[in-house]
């Protein structure tokens, strides 16, 4: 049987991949963006181009308008919430659109869900920001790496939450609303804390999207500036595995409603930004990449490298698309694409 989804950010990066995925499967779509993001137009035209104008539908809107996301959410099955405000330094030097775009966002997006009279399963992409700079756990430095000294499989959920910059406070704001709107309201939510998402159809950035963006500028021959010592190390997923436990959450929702999972690539999937990511896209590449360097950034973390062993033993979800061949798709996807950077 079909279901109604409604995905806020439909037509950014996880948004369009996830709409293809539920039109290509006979699933009736609604995608909520308000095109901010410069991907957004393009990433629309692609899904137009390859269901057709018809096949869903999409509301032009901002989930700061309370009511009009009131108004558009009615009759949604499914709520993927994935809209709003995503780079750490951008929360920095614009504290209040942050907060306003993510944690006063969520709050809308979660009465909407309430109002809606429908009790829609509610999927929540968060962040391992919530978790801070841990400052508790102790690192050990590696020639060219960082990791955690004790905790081999890397963060578990049961970790104290540290909200740490302003993103992490509006992300994390979100997070427990949505996790206590099962509580209080029987809401089936699920909060997906997200490490580093890369693949397809991302047009990163240098404030997000570190994979994507050091691909691109390196292919298009764009500046790069490595930060700190480019020894951070953090777990990467492919979207495509991100989705798959996107779907289990709504399989299997008696389990996961009103659950914390953290999703990233896990203890196997780990890469240091620069240091282990230069020679592999160096070989990629045919040719050196020069870059400058920078100090490091506000709420940057050495380490973050997530535990998933709940998410595979509650949903049976796992990482299947390994770091090599992540970023080999990701590769040839920017060279086809070249002109659109």
């Not at 309370?66 to 709003?84: N, Q």
């Amino acid at each position: 049987m079909t279901k109604k989804y409604f995905i806020t950010g439909g037509a950014g990066f996880i948004g369009s991949n996830y709409v293809h995925r539920l039109l290509k499967r006979g699933e009736q779509v609604t995608i909520y963006d308000n095109f901010a993001r410069a991907g957004a137009p393009r990433n629309l035209a692609w899904l137009k181009q390859e269901f057709g104008e018809s096949a869903f539908e999409v509301i032009a809107g901002d989930v700061r308008d309370a009511s009009r996301i009131t108004a558009s959410v009615r009759g949604a099955d499914v709520i993927v919430h994935l809209a709003g405000q995503v780079a750490v330094t951008t929360s920095v030097t614009n504290p209040r659109d942050d907060f306003e775009s993510n944690a006063l966002g969520t709050f809308n997006v979660l009465e909407a869900a309430r109002a809606s009279g429908r009790n829609p399963i509610f999927i929540y992409a968060s962040t391992n920001k919530v978790y801070g700079s841990m400052e508790d756990v102790a690192l050990f430095e590696e020639p060219t790496r960082w990791r955690y000294k004790d905790l081999a499989q890397g963060c578990p959920e049961t970790q104290p939450l540290d909200f740490h910059s302003p993103y992490g406070c509006s992300k994390g704001a979100g997070d427990q609303y949505v996790r206590d709107y099962a509580r209080m309201y029987d809401l089936p939510s699920v909060v997906f804390r997200q490490s580093c998402i890369y693949g397809t159809r991302q047009f990163g950035i240098e404030d997000q999207g570190w994979v994507a963006w050091f691909i691109i500028a390196a292919v298009t021959g764009k500046p790069i500036t490595i930060y700190g010592d480019g020894k951070q190390a953090r777990d990467i997923l492919f979207v495509d595995d991100l989705l798959n436990a996107y779907d289990l959450a709504v399989e299997k929702n008696d389990v996961a409603r009103g659950q914390v999972y953290n999703l990233g690539g896990g203890a196997q999937n780990v890469m240091s930004i620069w240091a282990e990511f230069q020679p592999r896209l160096e070989k990629l590449l045919g040719k050196p990449v020069a870059v400058a360097r920078g100090d490091w950034r506000p709420g940057d973390q050495r380490v973050f490298y997530a535990d998933i062993e709940k998410a595979q033993k509650e949903l049976g979800w796992k990482p299947a698309i390994n770091v090599e061949a992540g970023v080999q798709k990701l590769f040839e996807w920017v060279m086809e694409n070249k002109q659109a950077f």
